[in-house]
């Protein structure tokens, strides 16, 4: 069965059987850093979500997004014609070289499978990273991204030192990190990072973004 989210005047129809929009996606689109006539890839790019919150930013973009699930890539494709929006859904496996030359984008983005494999976590399948680990995301974000450009991704903060590790062996240096909390009595459920290609040392730690009012209940 599929359904219609309206963001802002674009709308994005889903599916039961592809991954939800969800908050994570909209805090990541408006967290990554854009730039008018870039060239962006959304790894993992599912049913379209951030390439259409992406263009609420800044139209001008030169689109690309890969996703392994048919399902899922064709209704990214029908998410862009829909919105008139121009792009490029590539359907495969992000880790294939073949799919993309690299050295070619401004920003890379994903919001990935993000507990481990056996974690026990209760994310559901579709977001346990038994079939992309962090160093294959890694990796392949830092082949696509040209010297200079960004990988911006939402992650879990039990597992930054694993990201960044990734991150530093793909030539990625975090340069930008958010954490997400539910309220300040909470712990933060997650993490935006945004690195740069050969970028120099220096992170910046961005305020906390809590979700409900600050105020104790």
Not at 38 to 45: A, I, N, P, R, Y
């Amino acid at each position: 069965m599929t359904s219609v989210e309206y963001l802002g005047k674009y709308q994005l129809t889903q599916s039961d059987a592809c991954f939800k929009l969800g908050r994570d996606s909209v805090l990541l689109a408006g967290f990554c850093t854009l730039r008018p006539k870039w060239t962006v890839c959304d790894l993992g790019c599912g049913v379209g979500s951030l390439l259409l919150l992406t263009a609420q930013r800044e139209e001008n973009l030169t689109r690309v997004g890969i996703e392994l699930d048919p399902t899922a890539a064709e209704l990214a494709r029908k998410n862009l014609a829909d919105n008139a929006l121009s792009g490029t859904i590539l359907t495969g496996d992000l880790r294939e070289k073949s799919l993309l030359r690299g050295d070619q984008f401004h920003l890379v983005l994903s919001n990935p499978p993000y507990f481990r494999a056996g974690s026990g976590r209760s994310g559901g399948q579709a977001r346990m990273d038994d079939t992309c680990s962090v160093e294959d995301l890694c990796r392949t974000a830092g082949r696509l991204t040209r010297t200079g450009g960004r990988f911006a991704l939402v992650y879990r903060p039990e597992r930054l030192a694993e990201l960044f590790a990734a991150l530093q062996k793909a030539r990625l240096e975090p340069k930008r990190m958010q954490l997400l909390s539910y309220h300040r009595t909470k712990a933060p459920y997650a993490v935006l990072v945004e690195a740069v290609k050969e970028g120099g040392p220096g992170l910046d730690i961005l305020p906390t973004h809590y979700q409900t009012e600050d105020r104790l209940t």
